[in-house]
């Protein structure tokens, strides 16, 4: 692969990864809107909820004011019948179809809200459970996505932390060894200065035992004494 096809490879490789970072954030801030949207549905579920449980116990409270109704008039028909008022027993019969009438159709009323109830709960449960877990993973992601930042930017931050750790090592390596090499200029021109001036000769006669004014105290008593 040509170097310039390397390179357009990388730029269109380049390209993808920002693309889809930038679908992927887009994303999570729509799992977000719609996050807010649904809980903002369930909140009215609930209240809607609320309205149907409220008719559910009125509805209850109304058949059993019914019931009582029906009992009540059916005391009654039975007690203007044994007083001979059959009339009366008749119209409080009556009263108790009318009454048995409306306990029926409340009854169904009841039914239904009471129906309605069980289904509303049951599907506002599963879409709160639903959206519970649909926020613990959008909450995992987004901290799985923060992570992975940190650890991006600390391998960025390690790997040029070793880059200037090698380089700083090389530049000590070189300073030491200009330092090593001046050393041994400075010992080289001391060494050269002393063969110069003779005092290389003069060290090695003192390393021997020899000393010129030694020498020359022994010639000079040997003088005198011989005078």
């Known amino acids: 692969m040509s170097v310039w096809k390397k390179l357009v490879t990388a730029i269109k490789g380049s390209v993808n990864e920002t693309a889809e970072a930038v679908a992927d954030s887009q994303a999570l801030?729509?799992?977000?809107?719609e996050i807010?949207?649904?809980k903002e549905e369930l909140r009215n579920s609930d209240q809607a909820?609320?309205?149907?449980?409220?008719?559910?116990?009125?509805?209850?409270?109304k058949v059993a004011d019914l019931n009582a109704s029906i009992a009540e008039y059916e005391q009654h028909a039975r007690a203007a019948s044994e007083k001979g008022n059959n009339n009366l027993a008749l119209e409080c019969a009556q009263k108790v179809v009318e009454l048995k009438n409306q306990q029926t159709n409340e009854t169904q009323y009841l039914d239904q809200f009471a129906s309605s109830e069980k289904t509303l709960k049951r599907n506002i449960a599963?879409?709160?459970?639903?959206?519970?877990r649909?926020?613990?993973q959008v909450d995992t992601v987004k901290a799985t996505q923060f992570v992975q930042k940190a650890q991006v930017s600390v391998s960025s931050r390690h790997l040029g932390a070793n880059s200037k750790m090698k380089t700083a090592a090389e530049s000590l390596s070189r300073i030491q060894?200009?330092?090593?090499?001046?050393?041994?200029?400075?010992?080289a021109a001391s060494e050269l200065a002393s063969e110069e001036s003779g005092g290389d000769l003069a060290q090695r006669l003192a390393q021997a035992g020899i000393?010129?004014?030694?020498?020359?105290a022994n010639d000079e008593l040997s003088r005198i004494l011989g005078q």
């Open 134 to 136: 649909m926020e613990q």
């Open 126 to 132: 599963q879409a709160k459970a639903n959206l519970r």
């Open 29 to 33: 801030r729509i799992l977000d809107q």
């Open 49 to 61: 909820l609320t309205q149907i449980m409220a008719k559910r116990k009125l509805s209850e409270q």
């Open 177 to 187: 060894e200009r330092q090593k090499q001046k050393q041994a200029e400075f010992e």
């Open 36 to 38: 807010r949207e649904a």
């Open 211 to 216: 000393t010129s004014n030694q020498s020359s």
